[in-house]
């Protein structure tokens, strides 16, 4: 017999959620029109910034963020991160030390997210799926330094919804090609040796050198046109 199910009342009591479950509803709605009001206040030309919580003040990581957030308001941008520490803090101090938009997008975690005091614009999220609709509806750029499971996460995230057709497609840069071409060679070899990908989906990412790099590429993108396939509608 499964242990696990051998307390078959411990397994029934898991059911006891389901009656919350229709206001949780409400709960989500909530944050997704709080966010939309918030987000739809700002100006257009926002980028997403994505990195770990952990990079350190006078890492490369760091002060490449920082760098990359005064260079997107100077060129005419806005920032958004998850608005948590590390390269997320060092990109909004950037944005905001240049006087531009510098937007967080809170979730509530049990460690490491304490919101940065570098937000012109921060929101509160319970729900991680809501947060990726409001980076992925409001972001007309991503810019991905090295990270964690939720950097993964987020870019894996953000190219499978360019791939499906869900958004239109974005410029997403990767920046730090010692740590992401190890990232690129696995997609490369693995992912399209195995014709589990197509080959045109490789153009859906760059990676680059520093952020410098990368706010140029996005200059570039959105002054000569993104190539790729566009939908009626978006997120």
């Known amino acids: 017999m499964n242990d696990s199910c051998d307390n078959r009342t411990q397994c ?4 006891d959620f389901f009656p919350a479950d229709s206001w ?4 989500i709605m909530a944050e997704f029109v709080e966010s939309f009001d918030s987000m739809g206040r700002l100006p257009e030309q926002l980028v997403a910034v994505f990195g770990s919580a952990r990079s350190k003040p006078g890492t490369t990581a760091y002060d490449e963020a920082y760098s ?3 260079l997107l308001v100077r060129n ?3 920032v958004i991160t998850g608005g948590g520490g590390g390269i997320m803090g060092a990109a909004n101090r950037g944005a905001h030390s240049a006087g531009g938009v510098s ?3 809170n979730i509530e975690l049990p460690m490491e997210q304490h919101p940065n005091p570098f937000q012109t ?10 947060r990726k609709v409001c980076f992925l509806k409001y972001a007309v750029g991503i810019v991905i330094f090295p990270g964690g499971f939720g950097t993964l996460d987020e870019c894996a995230e953000v190219l499978t919804m360019m791939q499906t057709r869900k958004i239109n497609p974005i410029p997403v840069v990767l920046v730090g090609r010692k740590f992401w071409n190890g990232f690129s060679s696995w997609v490369k070899h693995a992912m ?10 490789l153009d859906m990412f ?7 790099d990368a706010v140029k590429y996005l200059c570039e993108c959105h002054r000569f046109g993104f190539h790729g396939t566009v939908i009626d509608d978006k997120i």
């Open 12 to 15: 029934a009591n898991n059911r």
């Open 24 to 27: 949780r509803i409400l709960r």
């Open 68 to 70: 990359t957030g005064e």
């Open 76 to 78: 005419g941008y806005g």
């Open 103 to 105: 937007v967080g997008l």
């Open 121 to 130: 614009t921060a929101l509160s999220f319970r729900y991680f799926f809501v």
């Open 192 to 201: 399209l040796g195995d014709e589990l990908i197509s080959e045109t989906d």
């Open 206 to 212: 760059k990676i680059v050198d520093s952020g410098e």
